[in-house]
């Protein structure tokens, strides 16, 4: 299994920036299929953005499209959640997920992080 380790979050204002990074460790980080998604208080978690073992193909989520970029760098076992014109609907904690495919579906990633706390203010 993968060990995952998120990093990055914390308090920005509407209309803010913030770039999560998830930290693998194992070896079957560059063949797993990377996920983030978040889970507001009250609500189930959600997806939110996926990416294959290649980075050759993303998923977004329709409330994040145009406005969070997924992306990978094996070299350095990372996944980044690059997050602009953020809205305080996007507060929430956040959490990357490793699985060997790529989908939107939680069940499917065998490994998840701790996540992080991600909160704009409006």
């Known amino acids: 299994q993968v060990q995952l380790v998120e990093s990055g979050g914390g308090l920005v204002q509407a209309g803010g920036s913030l770039r999560l990074s998830c930290a693998a460790s194992?070896?079957?980080?560059?063949?797993?299929?990377m996920g983030w998604f978040r889970q507001a208080p009250g609500k189930e978690r959600e997806f939110v953005a996926a990416?294959?073992?290649?980075?050759?193909?993303?998923y977004f989520a329709n409330s994040v499209k145009g406005r969070l970029t997924i992306s990978r760098d094996n070299a350095k076992n990372t996944v980044y959640l690059q997050m602009n014109s953020l809205k305080p609907e996007d507060t929430a904690v956040y959490y990357c997920?490793?699985?060997?495919?790529?989908?939107?579906?939680?069940?499917?990633?065998?490994?998840w992080g701790q996540g992080t706390q991600v909160t704009v203010s409006s």
């Open positions: 990416i294959s073992w290649s980075g050759g193909s993303t």
């Open positions: 997920a490793a699985g060997p495919l790529v989908t939107t579906t939680p069940r499917m990633f065998t490994s």
């Open positions: 194992g070896r079957t980080f560059s063949s797993s299929a």
